[in-house]
């Protein structure tokens, strides 16, 4: 599969069925998620209650929302979910550019991705 996923190789190797279940199931959802940000948005509402009062906070999730769609459908030439180095570079310049990643030390792409196959 081409989707990017976060473990060590010893829980790949004794649960890759597991695994993969929840890839998928995690593909399907963020199709929808990049089919749809503004609902994606509204759904954060009822467990945010910021968003429903601060439109100003609304507007930058819906911003976020798009990077984020952005950022897990590529330039359409790998699967849906799938991450890759630079584009985790562009998330990176644009949570900085909006400040959303604090105070704390901007990090490099290649420190905190580092795909399965390599």
Excluded: N, Y
């Excluded at 790949?12 to 929840?22: F, G, K, N, P, V």
């Excluded at 950022?71 to 550019?97: K, N, Q, W």
Aim: with cysteine.
């Amino acid at each position: 599969m081409g989707v990017s996923l976060v473990t060590t190789r010893s829980l790949l190797d004794s649960r890759r069925q597991d695994l993969e279940t929840a890839v998928k199931a995690s593909i399907k959802g963020m199709t929808a998620f990049v089919k749809d940000p503004d609902a994606a948005v509204e759904a954060t509402k009822e467990h945010m209650d910021d968003l429903k009062v601060d439109q100003t906070q609304a507007k930058r999730a819906r911003e976020v929302a798009v990077a984020t769609g952005k950022l897990v459908s590529g330039d359409g030439s790998h699967p849906i979910g799938s991450v890759r180095v630079d584009d985790v570079a562009a998330m990176i310049e644009f949570l900085t550019s909006h400040k959303l990643l604090g105070d704390k030390k901007t990090p490099k792409a290649a420190e905190v991705c580092v795909p399965l196959g390599q």
